[in-house]
């Protein structure tokens, strides 16, 4: 993509990603009940200094602190960290950061990114699309609200196989072109 869309088209596919991705296939089984209490806050990070964008992770927790009808936030970062190597490295000094601010057991980070290969798996299996985006991001959850869903699911240790499963049955192929198809939203639409 030559230039960067405005942050309402990126909050547009992002939406678009939650809603037609993560929703409709269950990635998330928690998802869903999120997306339709509308308490999932979307922020763009603006910027492609580390520093400034770990500032703006550090403002999310103060957010979610003064905040709690926010239950979670996604902080897409579509600047900097384009290259998966690199916006590994960040992931590692942001959880760092969090445990350094004492939000250890408070916040945890999901991640996500367009590039996002499992160790171990290769580039091509449908199994990365479980953390595949439109755009770099960090999803900042509330732990005890992670724990809460894990405690009211029948079988949470099943999650990631049957994601596996299920996107390996819909395959590289259907999966691209639906995580493609989100990244053509905008805020028009």
């Keep these: 993509m030559s230039e960067r869309p405005l942050d309402a088209d990126i909050i547009a ?6 809603a037609n991705f993560v929703v409709a296939h269950d990635v998330c089984p928690f998802a869903g009940r999120e997306v339709r209490r509308n308490s999932l806050r979307y922020v763009v990070a603006n910027d492609d200094d580390p520093e400034h964008l770990l500032h703006t992770l550090i403002e999310e927790c103060h957010r979610l602190d003064a905040e709690p009808a926010i239950e979670t936030t996604l902080v897409v970062l ?17 959880e760092a950061l969090l445990e350094a601010e004492g939000y250890a057991g408070i916040y945890q980070l999901a991640s996500f990114h367009p590039d996002y290969v499992f160790e171990g798996v290769a580039a091509s299996d449908p199994a990365n699309y479980t953390n595949r985006s439109p755009w770099p991001m960090w999803h900042l959850l509330r732990e005890r609200s992670v724990e809460a869903a894990v405690a009211n699911h029948s079988a949470p240790e099943s ?31």
């Design 78 to 94: 579509p600047e900097g960290v384009a290259d998966f190597d690199d916006y590994l490295d960040l992931l590692g000094v942001a």
């Design 159 to 189: 999650i990631p196989e049957d994601n596996v499963a299920t996107l390996r049955e819909i395959g590289s192929a259907a999966l691209a072109e639906q995580w493609a198809a989100c990244r053509r939203v905008r805020a028009s639409d």
């Design 13 to 18: 596919m992002t939406r678009a990603w939650v």
